[in-house]
């Protein structure tokens, strides 16, 4: 099973910018798609972007233009740039590996602590 380590949230005021890691146990990390998910109070979790192995990305409607998914294949690292935050951004953010299916992510990694990240004035 693929382990997974979250880090790099933190508190924000709107229209910041902070940077998550996501480190993955094992060495299939470079065969498969990665993504960014997240939690906010109250909801389900969704995937907000992800990368295949080729490199695509991929993001939710609501944070196009302003985030952005990379992955460092040697380091076994994936990682979120998110960029002109927004208090609606404010979840708990989980990352996850998988096989890229009709345009979305099949995880099957273990789901990690996830990192907060809050924005608020």
Known sequence: QVQLVESGGGLVQPGGSLRLSCAASGSAFSIYSM????RAPG???ELVAHITSSGS???????KGRFTISRDNAKNTAY???NSLKPE???VYYCNIGPS???TLRPFGSWGQGT???VFS
């Open 35 to 38: 993504g960014w998910y997240r």
């Open 43 to 45: 909801k389900q979790r």
């Open 57 to 63: 990305t991929h993001y939710a409607d609501s944070v």
């Open 80 to 82: 979120l740039q998110m």
């Open 89 to 91: 951004d404010t979840a």
């Open 101 to 103: 299916v009709s345009g």
């Open 116 to 118: 907060q990240v809050a």
